[in-house]
């Protein structure tokens, strides 16, 4: 999809409180698709030791059951910009809800665990839509003054949707006697825990037909009129609106649609600029934050917590989990986006440390020793808080920011790609390496988190307060 950055017109953008609740609603409405981002990643973390056991699988292909959705969510990123670009974006969210839905039931009903693994590539193609189009469409129907605080909402909605999802699990695993498989509405309950995503799926698409579509996009198909009439509903009526049209049209035109082609050059491969992207989003993974949302109950029991108590401790850290983003979102502008980045590894490496330190002792009757269960659990809460208030949403301010105008689009796509093949890298390995050894698993996650700091500190360069202009 096109770059969304055009400079505002003489009016544009201005405070009109009239519109202004109108223009959240919208911005709120084309969120859910982060809420159910955040929803659909998370809520197979209720299901993982009922698939097991039901299945009677090994490790290593539960692994693959649970992470083969991040291929779906690779494929939908990758795809929705062009598929937006071609037939809309309200379009594309609806399709995006449509796959939802259908991966929604069908996990809930799977034949065996091939189809549920089918169905998991669905809702990870739609994870992969609603991660692209949320965002780009939110900044073209934002008043320029309100973008950077409205496109937040995508952020905020994610870290919710983790949270609902967990709680959720929470109340049905309770509801069913504390059993994953326990009967629950004549189904067990962790099919209930993975069709209850059909409510706020469906939600999304009727929000969707109750949302105007992108006045960029409008303008792209020559439907110059109607864009006018949504920048009328979200700026106000006192802007020259046929001096903002032509204003976007050319914004549309002089911009440089980079393709991989330009990302060639230096003595390895890609440019410098590209591999420190591809680094930022390398290490956000690799310290394993995705085991806290897809594992963290599985994790929980191998330790000899009860099950019921293990997904209460999933819900607290979703809790903490946006806690920690409110706080990036607070000083990501105000300390800048380095050093934010570096509070985090610091933290990160003292959390997964005390971690890897308490699950190095033998269990006594099923459990870990009290001192370090207790040190277990708070340092896991300290660890997704720290990464929550760092490397959760400034990766994603630097991937923005930092490439040069006319390589930022392709650029980020390659940056985003690596991303998700490094989620899938430590979610398909972490169950067999668990089996190996908990705490040796987790000193690999440390060793990550304390490479990133001289990582930060020589390679990536502050974007605070810079113009886009300014990246070279």
Not at 138 to 166: N, T
Not at 183 to 191: C, I, N, P
Request: glycine content about 10%.
């Amino acid at each position: 999809m096109a770059s969304t950055s055009q400079a505002p017109s003489p009016g544009a953008g201005t405070a009109h409180p009239d519109h202004l609740g109108h223009v959240i609603f919208i911005a709120a409405a084309a969120a859910m698709g982060g809420f159910l981002f955040g929803y659909d990643s998370s809520v197979i973390n209720g299901g993982v030791e009922a698939i097991r056991d039901r299945y009677d699988v090994g490790s290593a292909v539960l692994a693959q059951v649970v992470a083969i959705a991040l291929i779906g969510c690779a494929i939908g990123a990758a795809t929705a910009g062009r598929i937006a670009d071609r037939i809309g974006r309200i379009r594309c969210m609806q399709i995006a809800a449509v796959l939802f839905t259908v991966s929604a039931v069908g996990s809930a009903l799977p034949f065996a665990l091939w189809d549920l693994a089918m169905w998991r590539v669905i809702g990870g193609f739609a994870i992969g839509m609603a991660s692209v189009i949320g965002p780009a469409y939110i900044a073209e129907v934002s008043p320029p003054a309100y973008r950077g605080r409205l496109g937040s909402f995508q952020q905020a909605a994610i870290v919710i949707g983790i949270a609902v999802s967990q709680l959720v699990n929470w109340g049905l695993l309770n509801a069913a006697g504390g059993d994953q498989r326990g009967e629950l509405m004549g189904l067990e309950a962790w099919q209930v825990m993975l069709g209850v995503m059909v409510v706020p799926a469906v939600l999304y698409g009727l929000l969707s037909f109750a949302i105007p579509e992108s006045p960029r996009f409008l303008i792209s198909v020559g439907k110059r009129e109607r864009a006018k009439e949504i920048l009328a509903e979200v700026e106000g009526k006192d802007v020259d609106f046929d001096a903002r049209v032509t204003e976007i049209e050319h914004a549309m035109h002089s911009e440089e649609k980079s393709s991989f082609k330009d990302l060639m050059g230096g003595s390895f491969f890609f440019k410098p600029i590209v591999w420190i992207g591809i680094g930022l989003s390398v290490f956000q993974q690799f310290v394993g934050i995705n085991v806290a949302f897809y594992y963290s109950s599985t994790l929980w029991q191998s330790v000899g917590v009860d099950p019921t108590d293990s997904f209460f401790y999933s819900f607290t850290t979703s809790i903490i989990n946006i806690v920690g983003t409110v706080i990036a979102m607070i000083f990501v502008d105000r300390i800048g986006r380095k050093p934010l980045a570096l509070i985090g590894s610091v933290g990160m490496v003292i959390g997964l440390a005390l971690e890897a330190w308490a699950f190095s002792f033998d269990l006594v009757d099923g459990k870990l020793p009290a001192t370090q269960g207790w040190v277990a659990l708070i340092a896991a809460h300290l660890f997704v808080l720290f990464f929550a208030l760092s490397w959760g949403v400034v990766v994603w301010v630097f991937l923005g920011e930092m490439f040069p105008n006319r390589l930022r689009a392709a650029a980020l796509g390659v940056a985003a790609s690596a991303q998700w093949i490094a989620n899938w890298a430590i979610t398909a390995s972490f169950p067999s390496l668990a089996d190996w050894n908990l705490s040796g698993t987790y000193v690999i996650y440390t060793i990550f988190a304390a490479l990133s700091i001289p990582f930060v500190l020589k390679f990536v360069k502050e974007t605070k307060g810079k113009a886009l202009e300014e990246m070279g």
